[in-house]
């Protein structure tokens, strides 16, 4: 049974930088179907895709508008996918979801999400 | 970066049938554009419902169905249950601009 569980600070400073990382458990994040990645969702609005990576190609596929502030990387040894994003402002405080994705196209599966807050 | 667009809210009948659009800002919707359709409850992750335009998860219940429509990506709901109502999310594959979310449509059933 796939299940996909993030982790990480629940509450992040202006300026400092987010590392959370989902522990995938019931696939590997090395097969060959799929990409893994992150998407979230501030408190009450609408979803927005971060990005993903793909194990075989090490390629990565990032939002524009975040490409500059966001790394996804993948742990095979450990089974997990990673996602940093540096220079967090109040805007950034959401629900992070880590997903697989088939292909670069879409998720098929969610994990429960974790919330972070950006707050002095 | 595109627009992807969706009706910010639809009220169906329990028993009825209700169709969600998601409509692009840069022209119509194809199949290449790999429409996804996600569902969400308060307080729970997004589950996947539709992807690739109308292909089914073993989870997806049989009364929702995905399609081409008027130029727009469409979620049909066919038989509305109580348990439908919920907030509904169509993605949209823009090649190597990547996806975007539509705004989210808020399903009632009454």
């Known amino acids: 049974q796939l299940q996909l569980q993030e982790s990480g600070p629940g509450l992040v400073k202006p300026s400092e930088t987010l590392s959370l990382t989902c522990t995938v458990s019931g696939d590997s994040i090395s097969n060959s179907d799929y990409h893994w990645g992150w998407i979230r969702q501030p408190p009450g609005k609408g979803l927005e895709w971060i990005g993903s990576m793909y194990y075989y190609s090490g390629n990565t596929y990032y939002n524009a508008s975040l490409k500059s502030r966001v790394t996804i990387s993948l742990d095979t040894s450990k089974n997990q996918v990673s996602l940093k994003v540096t220079s967090m402002t109040a805007a950034d405080t959401a629900v992070y979801f880590c997903v697989r994705v088939l292909g670069p196209t879409g998720p098929d599966f969610w994990g429960q999400g974790t919330l972070v807050t950006v707050s002095s | 970066q595109a627009v992807v667009t969706q009706e910010p809210s639809l009220t169906v009948s329990p028993g009825g049938t209700v169709t969600l659009t998601c409509g692009s800002s840069?022209?119509?919707?194809?199949?290449?554009?790999?429409p996804y359709w996600f569902q969400q409850k308060p307080g729970q992750a997004p589950r996947t419902l539709i992807y690739?335009?109308?292909n089914k998860h073993p989870w997806t219940p049989a009364r929702f169905s995905g399609s081409l429509l008027g130029g727009k990506g469409a979620l049909t709901l066919s038989g509305a249950q109580p348990e439908d109502e919920a907030d509904y999310y169509c993605?949209?594959?823009?090649?190597?601009?990547?996806?975007?979310f539509g705004g989210g449509t808020k399903l009632t059933v009454l």
């Open positions: 840069i022209g119509t919707v194809t199949s290449g554009h790999y």
């Open positions: 993605l949209l594959s823009y090649g190597a601009a990547g996806p975007v």
């Open positions: 690739d335009t109308n």
